[in-house]
């Protein structure tokens, strides 16, 4: 089969091209534009593989796209490229909206000319907003984004499902919840939380820390895509999920006692605004239907993922002494939006 992987110099995508190249037969053209969020440091190793080809490029720009489905005669698509970071959603809301709903908006367009079998859009579960103490999200949860990343990703989701009702276009949507593990940009809470211990930097946890994620490995994510895109049911949702949750703040006090630093690191700052109090998935769907289970438990998922930071100094010490450096004393520095508002609960 020929694939095509959008996104697959950033986290998950290429946890997703490493996946394939080392465990199914398949060619793999993975089109990405090197955002700052896109490493080829991820891939390394990978350029001299017969099956492997590197597009940087624009998933919005469409003779791009158009050209590589011809070229490569695609079969599938999983589509991973995205402004991902909730927080620079809210600082500059335009990119999200020309990436995650133009952009998919082309590739579908594209793809359904080209008549390509499937179409797997990676969304998430932020499209269906915030649960209370209780309950969880299953597949027919009404959708209520509340950040504009999510609204981006929710609005991307409904012109898949438009595509599909309308046109019969196979696309299939998967809603996945936290994801953790080497090669995530240390802008997300995990790998941020490790690298700023890792230096004695102060750890900033929004508002009291009693917001709720539901995390998974990496790589049980990826596993859970490619069923969905060899198996899954064209028009449907699948959520995905690690079933479980736990509070930031406990996380933090995990990771940083995990790396023998003091919890005197930890400092509470300002809340996000529109914080999303909890997220948590019935990934019962996925389970029963296609047989997939998380196969990483969350202690050696987080052992996994603590050793990788530690062996990997180098690749997130360029990261962060590089242009991501400008956004993170812009957000988290003196007079930033997310600048310490104290050491201690708040
Ligand atoms: P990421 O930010 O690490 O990577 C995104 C990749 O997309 C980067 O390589 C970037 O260069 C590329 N990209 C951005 N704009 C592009 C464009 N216009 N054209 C081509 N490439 C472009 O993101 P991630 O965390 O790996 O997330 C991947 C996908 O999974 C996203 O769609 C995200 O919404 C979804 N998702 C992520 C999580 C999570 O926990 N990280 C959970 C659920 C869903
Ligand atoms: O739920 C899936 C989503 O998970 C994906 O769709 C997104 O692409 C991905 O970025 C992630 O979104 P979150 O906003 O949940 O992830 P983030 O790592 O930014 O934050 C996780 C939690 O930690 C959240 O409650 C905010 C909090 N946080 C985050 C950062 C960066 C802090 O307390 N301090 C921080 O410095």
Not at 1 to 8: D, K, R, S, V
Not at 105 to 128: C, G, H, K, P, Q
Not at 148 to 155: E, L, N, R, T, V
Not at 189 to 200: F, H, K, T, V, Y
Request: aromatic letters at 10%.
């Amino acid at each position: 089969m020929n694939i095509l992987i959008t996104g697959g110099a950033g986290f998950i995508g290429s946890n997703h091209v490493r996946l394939l190249l080392s465990e199914s037969g398949d060619r793999v053209v993975n089109l990405d534009l090197l955002t700052y969020a896109g490493n080829l440091e991820n891939l390394a190793g990978l350029e001299d593989d017969p099956r492997y080809r590197f597009v940087r490029g624009d998933i919005g720009d469409r003779d791009l796209v158009r050209q590589i489905l011809k070229d490569e005669n695609i079969d599938a698509i999983v589509h991973f490229a995205a402004e991902s970071h909730v927080d620079r959603s809210l600082e500059g809301p335009e990119v999200f909206v020309r990436t995650n709903i133009l952009g998919t908006e082309i590739l579908l367009e594209e793809a359904r000319r080209a008549e390509v079998d499937r179409f797997v859009m990676v969304s998430t579960d932020e499209v269906y907003g915030s649960l209370g103490d209780h309950g969880m999200f299953t597949e027919k949860t009404p959708l209520a984004p509340n950040s504009p990343y999510a609204a981006s990703k929710a609005s991307a989701d409904l012109m898949c499902r438009s595509f599909y009702k309308t046109f019969g276009f196979p696309v299939i949507i998967t809603r996945c919840s936290n994801n953790y593990g080497p090669f995530q940009f240390p802008e997300k809470l995990i790998p941020l939380m490790i690298a700023n211990a890792l230096e004695e930097k102060q750890l900033p946890v929004y508002g009291d820390g009693m917001n709720v994620r539901d995390w998974l490995f990496v790589g049980d994510h990826c596993r859970a895509v490619d069923l969905v895109m060899r198996k899954g049911r064209p028009g449907d949702v699948y959520n995905i999920g690690g079933c479980n949750e736990m509070k930031n703040l406990e996380l933090v006090q995990l990771l940083v006692d995990k790396l023998g630093k003091s919890r005197d690191l930890i400092s509470f700052v300002t809340d996000r605004p529109g914080h999303d109090l909890r997220y948590a998935i019935d990934a019962e769907k996925i389970m029963t239907e296609l047989g997939w289970a998380p196969t990483v438990d969350f202690s050696s998922g987080l052992d996994q993922t603590v050793s990788w930071y530690l062996e990997n100094r180098q690749w997130w010490e360029k990261i962060r002494t590089g242009e991501y450096k400008s956004y993170y004393d812009k957000m988290y520095g003196r007079g930033g939006r997310l600048g310490s508002s104290g050491k201690g609960k708040p």
